[in-house]
């Protein structure tokens, strides 16, 4: 039976390598030795005595790494990144793979550029706009039912864009087309992530959502960059979803695992899809509190999306963006506390 020691399973847990498809197996002699099924890269041992024997044939038999007593965190750490050094080779090709998949992905569809380009121009007409979202039949069906969920507080019923438009505004429009657009790509098995498509995507339009309003309280002069960064911000674990075997709860887990981020491949998708460099480069530091306020703001929203004291973390955001609590607040939490279950 396999030795258990209750200082290192303590340590496992912590450091979340319990179930993380590596296997640690608790060593005091031959037998011990004897006991431990699979030799390889994956297998690291605890070796609790000293005996030059049993080192060297742990050694000769080629387990990824062996540590010693006392044991510390610092020094299970250390084993992996050793271990990683060595596995450069592997990581290279792990990463290649997951970036040829995440360049692989459906391009951004003609009337969605167009959308964005036609929407970021002053002189673009309103019968213009619609003409190019009319083009797409299915994405227009999809738009009215997002448009009349109680996320954009319309109480009558709309059957029109062109209705939309007028109330809610071309830009938002724009937006509401990138959302159910961006509703498919969602479509995967995010149990890895304890997660699943609808709660993916759902959490993905509540970044969008508040990154729109933080931009737009922040006052830049380019405006709608945001909203379109927080929409994709994660699209990177789509990618990742195929080659996590285990699962993962943060982003220096999967840079652990496979060498590259969710952050790092979604910056890949949207590099593809020539978005501009600042969204981009915000969802590539989406995970990193930037000095820089642009990208901040998504830092922020990904933040506020996931609150579990709504409150004090939205003055904490106003505080660090220079906002006015009483203006954000009531606009973050409508965001949070709509009924989506509607349109997803
Ligand atoms: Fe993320
Ligand atoms: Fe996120």
Not at 5 to 26: C, W
Not at 155 to 168: D, G, M, Q
Not at 187 to 215: C, G, P, Q
């Amino acid at each position: 039976m396999k030795k258990i020691d209750k200082e290192l399973e303590a340590l496992l847990v912590e450091l979340k390598l319990k179930d993380s498809g590596y296997r640690f197996y608790v060593v005091d002699n031959h037998q011990d030795i004897a006991s431990i099924e699979v030799f390889d890269d994956k297998t690291f041992v605890y070796l609790r005595v000293k005996d030059k024997n049993l080192l060297l044939k742990l050694q000769a038999l080629k387990v990824g790494g062996i540590v010693f007593p006392p044991l510390t965190k610092e020094k299970l750490l250390s084993l992996f990144q050793n271990q990683n050094k060595a596995l450069d080779i592997d990581y290279d090709i792990i990463k290649s793979k997951i970036i040829a998949k995440a360049e692989s992905l459906p391009a951004l569809p003609t009337v969605i550029q167009k959308l964005i380009s036609l929407t970021s121009n002053d002189k673009s007409t309103f019968k213009e706009i619609i003409d190019e979202l009319k083009k797409d039949q299915g994405l227009v069906g999809k738009v009215l039912k997002i448009v009349n969920s109680p996320f954009y507080g319309i109480r009558k019923e709309i059957t029109s864009v062109e209705r939309s438009a007028v109330l809610l505004g071309m830009s938002t429009i724009k937006n509401i087309a990138l959302a159910a657009f961006s509703f498919d790509l969602f479509n995967k098995n995010f149990a890895v992530y304890e997660t699943d498509s609808k709660n993916m995507w759902l959490h993905s339009f509540l970044v969008a959502r508040i990154s729109e309003e933080l931009e737009n309280l922040c006052g830049f002069e380019d405006k709608g960059g945001l909203f379109l960064a927080g929409l994709m911000h994660d699209l990177g674990k789509v990618v990742l979803v195929d080659f996590l075997t285990n699962k993962v709860s943060s982003i220096d887990e999967e840079k652990r695992l496979l060498g590259i981020d969710h952050a790092e491949v979604s910056a890949v998708i949207l590099q593809k899809w020539n978005v501009n460099d600042k969204i981009i480069e915000a969802v590539e530091k989406h995970h990193l509190e930037s000095d820089d306020i642009f990208y901040r703001c998504l830092y922020f929203a990904n933040i506020l999306a996931n609150s579990e004291d709504l409150e004090k973390d939205v003055k904490d955001v106003s505080m660090k963006l220079g906002l006015n609590f009483a203006d954000l607040y009531p606009r973050v939490e409508m965001i949070i506390k709509s009924d989506y279950e509607e349109f997803i």
